[in-house]
Nanobody, 125 residues
Framework: VQLQASGGGLVQAGGSLRLSCAASGVTFSSYTMVWFRQAPEKEREFVAAIRSGGSPNFADAVKGRFTISTDRAKSTMYLHMNVVKPEDTAVYYC????????????????????WGQGTLVTVSS
């Protein structure tokens, strides 16, 4: 399994950005896929999760602004970031595990054994 995150860049507050995670060797129907982020001098934190047959799950900080989706034909997961804020500035990582993680566990970083390299998002005010 290889995960490759891309799509980061500089965006103005209130704007939109789409992050991509190209996932080779992943069968979306049996994996849990997530996005985490790490802001400067802060711990890495959960952003969003998607599981086959389950509803997407979002951190409170991004709920209503971000959406998550997959394109199985392209073996790619997306994070659609809307109405971005300066506090969304971070390195965004995609991660996966070959299990369907129960909802109460999706936010736990240690549940995921495959990680992409991260893509930097900078939101200017």
């Amino acid at each position: 399994v290889q995960l490759q995150a891309s799509g980061g860049g500089l965006v103005q507050a209130g704007g939109s950005l789409r992050l991509s995670c190209a996932a080779s060797g992943v069968t979306f129907s049996s994996y849990t896929m997530v996005w985490f982020r790490q802001a400067p001098e802060k711990e890495r934190e959960f952003v969003a999760a998607i599981r086959s047959g389950g509803s997407p799950n979002f951190a409170d900080a991004v709920k209503g602004r971000f959406t998550i989706s997959t394109d199985r034909a392209k073996s790619t997961m997306y994070l659609h970031m809307n109405v971005v804020k300066p506090e969304d500035t971070a390195v965004y990582y995609c991660a996966a595990t070959r299990r369907r993680i129960i909802l109460s566990q999706v936010r736990i970083e240690g549940e995921y054994d495959q990680w992409g390299q991260g893509t930097l998002v900078t939101v200017s005010s």
